[in-house]
C-alpha cells in the first residue's frame, strides 16, 4: 500500500481564492512527521510546512497552513489568496519514527493559479 | 539561512565521461542525502550520509560514486552513465541526530543531468 497519498494530480485555482491540496498518510507508527513541499518548474524543492503526529494544533506559516486530522489520517495543505508564483509542482511527505532518515514522497499534485 | 547550493545547474555528458556533482551547506546540518528525480516523479532516495559516514545506499549501481569529504560538502561521482540516468539530482541536507521524524530536510536547487 501507497503510503502517502495524493489524489489530485492537477488543480486550478482562482488568482486570490484559496486552495486545498490533500494528503492521505498510512502509518502504524505513533511518532512521525509530515511535510509539505513546493516545486516551481525551475526544480528546486522548497519547503513550506511541518506536521508533527503529537502537535495538537494545526502548524501555519504565512498564507500556508496545514488541516491536520489524525484519526482521518490527513494533512492537507491549505493555501489561502492564492498568487500566480504558487504555480508549482506540490509534495506531500512523511518521515517515520522507525524509518531513519528516510523521507517518503507522494505523487505530487500540480496547482496552476489563473489570473 | 536555509541555503543548499549545488553546482553545475546542467551538465550534459557522455556515456564514457566522468563528471561529479557538488553540493554544499553551510548550516551546520549533519545528515546530507542525493535524490534523483524523473520527469512528473516525485525524488527517489540514493544516499544518505550522517556525521560525514554513508548510512544509507538504495541499491543504486556503482556507476554512481558518493563521497562527503567533509561535514559540508557532498559529491557525488558519475561514470559510465546510461541515457536512462538522465535527470534532475537534487541534493538535501538536515540537522541530523536528535528526534529524526522531525528533521526537516532542505533541498538544493538541482542538477539537471542529460546523458547522451
Known amino acids: 500500500a501507497q503510503k502517502i497519498t495524493q489524489t489530485q494530480p492537477g488543480m486550478f485555482v482562482q488568482e486570490k481564492e484559496a486552495v486545498t491540496l490533500d494528503c492521505t498518510y498510512d502509518?502504524?507508527?505513533?511518532?512521525?512527521?509530515l511535510f509539505w513541499y513546493k516545486q516551481p518548474s525551475s526544480g528546486e524543492m522548497i519547503f513550506l510546512i511541518y506536521?508533527?503526529?503529537?502537535?495538537?494544533q494545526n502548524a501555519t506559516e504565512g498564507r500556508y497552513s496545514l488541516n491536520f486530522q489524525k484519526a482521518r489520517k490527513s494533512a492537507n495543505l491549505v493555501i489561502s489568496a492564492s498568487q500566480l508564483g504558487d504555480s508549482a509542482m506540490y509534495f506531500c511527505?512523511?518521515?517515520?519514527?522507525?524509518?531513519?532518515?528516510?523521507?517518503?514522497f507522494g505523487g505530487g499534485t500540480r496547482l496552476m493559479v489563473k489570473p | 539561512d536555509t541555503e543548499v547550493t549545488q553546482t553545475p545547474k546542467h551538465l550534459v555528458m557522455g556515456m564514457t565521461n566522468k563528471k561529479s556533482l557538488k553540493c554544499e551547506q553551510h548550516m551546520g546540518h549533519r545528515a546530507m542525502y542525493w535524490y534523483k528525480q524523473k520527469a512528473k516523479k516525485p525524488p527517489e532516495l540514493m544516499f544518505v550520509y550522517s556525521y560525514e559516514k554513508l548510512s544509507i545506499n538504495e541499491s543504486v549501481p556503482s556507476r554512481f560514486s558518493p563521497e562527503c569529504p567533509n561535514s559540508s560538502l557532498l559529491n557525488l561521482h558519475l561514470h559510465a552513465l546510461q541515457p536512462e540516468d538522465s535527470a534532475l539530482y537534487l541534493c538535501?541536507?538536515?540537522?541530523?541526530?536528535?528526534?529524526?521524524?522531525?528533521?526537516?530536510?532542505?533541498f538544493g536547487p538541482g542538477t539537471r543531468l542529460t546523458v547522451l
Open positions: 511527505a512523511m518521515r517515520e519514527g522507525n524509518a531513519g532518515n528516510m523521507l517518503t
Open positions: 502509518t502504524s507508527d505513533q511518532s512521525y512527521g
Open positions: 506536521q508533527g503526529s503529537y502537535d495538537e
Open positions: 538535501a541536507s538536515s540537522r541530523g541526530g536528535g528526534v529524526e521524524y522531525t528533521d526537516t530536510q532542505y
